[in-house]
């Protein structure tokens, strides 16, 4: 048996387990603990490569002197891999968690830009950290304004299992007492500057229905015995996160969720492992286990469970379900109504503001706080008061120094320096969040004559913007340069992007819940209606997209999924 740090990263002889989770991700890493927590001996599958906490973030300490371009990517990698370039995080200290174009191709039928992390922890290395949970209202609104199919839950069935991974992830935030936003256990939040909160105070002085508060983020800021536990510590606000955390200071799959399902002697993780498809046998009317191919060998071996959760994330968890084909099952596993891949949905970051703020030059900031400032949505909340579906959210910061090489004449000498400097003006810079409408002619599908170098069918990709997404984008322009005036900014400049589809990284759906099995794919449990010991908990399973970062969401969808699987299997359900 091969172990490190109490991981087993060797396969048992006979190739069998209580339970089979596909990606180590969020969602992944989430499902491994609950199950083995239950006593169910769970193997973890990873396409990715082994990365365990502490031990394999190489750049997490290195200075920008310490790397070869400085942390800038070397124009032949940006030529050659266009799409992940497009990434914020994606730079010379990041790009070993990254996939790059040529290494794992799918198919642009539009253009659509996937951002993907193949490794043990997946993209919870790699993510943004902020958390809000879902309101009543986010729930509610399919079934609402008809956009899609009514979601089988609602706030209070996922209210204590919010609650529940929030204690164990660790999430600072404010109450602040929304019903657009709901409060959850929260670690003490950060901290305005002088220029947000005067600006704060401004917004919400002139709109009564916008409520600007301190972002909510999986970040240690004072641990509790629970984080200290899992050999955490406190956040050092380093803004170094998407290198991988020497402190634990933020959550991720490999210094919490994994380590945890280690400690109970059930987990086994095998890196390398290409999920090719779930086997379905037709005579128990069940899935069976899983096909897999080595990533480096490309040997084929089959691995055997009475449950399986696909959490590969959204597109892949798609790829894999798609690709699970049998007599039984012609167009993927549990797809008796043809939508699986159907109905995906992302989020349009499209559109953003910048501006600037006279004046508080005699104050400052320190440190590199996580998180921005957030607005709930305000727009067809509670009914229908626009010529577009839906909202979105409202991120701004503000930020001394930068700013000044727009201004003619400073670009040389003392005043260039000053200008990009503590002693340069305040900047604004606001963003929009906003959902997007799942769709049926937002789709992937499996190419019929293109394989990857194991074998599998490439995925291809239809998704893009409609006239709703350019409704809502030009509202949040119009309404961010309205609030930024009123705010007290000057000089405010809008942008919108054009960035494809795919850049926000929040795609979901294609696997979508539902109460009808022939409008929906997965139950209120997240089971496939046709096949129920296999679940989706990842944002494949997503029957909406809301306006809200989906993390937190997925950690709790699964928690809830994971839990109730423990149960029926010990009952003799499943």
């Not at 958390?131 to 204590?160: C, H, M, N």
């Not at 590969?312 to 012609?330: G, K, V």
């Not at 998180?371 to 577009?388: G, I, L, S, Y």
């Amino acid at each position: 048996m091969s172990s490190t740090a109490g991981f087993n990263y060797t396969a048992n002889s006979n190739h069998t387990y209580d339970a089979i989770v596909i990606g180590s991700g969020i969602s992944g890493g989430w499902a491994a603990k609950e199950l083995c927590e239950a006593g169910l001996k769970t193997l973890v599958l990873e396409r990715g490569k082994k990365v365990e906490h502490l031990k394999d973030y190489p750049t997490a300490t290195k200075n920008p002197w310490d790397f070869k371009h400085h942390g800038d990517i070397p124009i032949k990698n940006k030529q050659e891999n266009p799409v992940v370039n497009r990434c914020y995080a994606y730079d010379e200290s990041t790009e070993h968690f990254f996939v790059k174009d040529t290494d794992h191709p799918y198919i642009q039928q539009k253009p659509f830009d996937w951002i993907r992390g193949y490794q043990v922890g997946g993209k919870s290395l790699l993510w943004a950290r902020q958390t809000q949970r879902w309101s009543k209202y986010d729930f509610e609104g399919p079934a609402r304004d008809g956009f899609a199919v009514d979601w089988p839950i609602r706030y209070d069935d996922l209210a204590p299992w919010y609650s529940y991974v929030e204690r164990f992830a660790g999430i600072s935030g404010n109450n602040d007492g929304l019903d657009t936003l709901p409060d959850g256990e929260f670690l003490p939040p950060w901290e305005m500057n002088v220029v947000e909160k005067v600006m704060q105070q401004r917004i919400m002085n002139n709109y009564k229905d916008r409520n600007v508060i301190i972002g909510r983020c999986a970040h240690l800021t004072k641990p509790k015995e629970v984080h200290l536990q899992q050999g955490r510590g406190q956040c050092q606000a380093r803004n170094l996160c998407q290198r991988g955390c020497p402190f634990g200071g933020y959550f991720s799959s490999n210094s919490s969720t994994l380590p945890t399902a280690a400690k109970t002697g059930n987990l086994t993780v095998l890196p390398n492992s290409v999920v090719h498809s779930i086997i379905y046998d037709e005579k128990k009317g069940k899935a069976t286990g899983v096909r897999v191919i080595d990533a480096h060998s490309k040997q084929a071996t089959e691995y055997f469970a009475r449950i399986i959760f696909v959490n590969a994330a959204c597109l892949n968890t798609n790829l894999i379900l798609l690709n699970s084909t049998s007599s039984r099952f012609p167009q993927g596993i549990g797809n008796d109504n043809g939508l699986l891949g159907k109905y995906i949905a992302f989020q349009n970051y499209r559109g953003s503001l910048t501006a600037r703020m006279e004046g508080y030059e005699d104050t400052y900031y320190y440190g590199r706080r996580p998180t921005a400032v957030m607005m709930p949505n305000f727009r067809n909340v509670h009914k229908q008061e626009t010529d577009f579906l839906r909202g979105y959210m409202v991120f701004y910061t503000a930020t001394r120094g930068g700013w000044g090489h727009y201004t003619p004449g400073s670009q040389i000498g003392a005043d260039y320096k000053d200008a990009i400097s503590e002693a340069g003006n305040w900047g604004v810079y606001m963003m929009m969040q906003g959902e997007t409408i799942p769709k049926a002619s937002n789709l992937v599908y499996l190419s019929k004559d293109k394989k990857d170098e194991w074998g599998i069918p490439l995925l291809a990709v239809s998704v893009d913007y409609d006239d709703n997404d350019e409704k809502s984008l030009k509202d949040f322009l119009q309404q961010g340069a309205e609030m930024l005036e009123k705010a007290g900014c000057k000089n405010i400049s809008p942008n919108d992007s054009k960035q494809a589809p795919g850049l926000d990284i929040h795609e979901v759906g294609g696997v979508r819940m539902g109460h009808d099995p022939k409008t929906s794919l997965l139950n209120k449990w997240n089971q496939l209606h046709a096949c129920t010991n296999v679940f989706v908990t990842d944002g494949a399973c997503m029957t909406s997209t809301g306006t809200q970062n989906p993390s937190l969401t997925f950690m709790a969808i699964t928690a809830r999924a994971a839990n109730y699987a423990a149960e029926q299997i010990k009952k003799g359900s499943l």
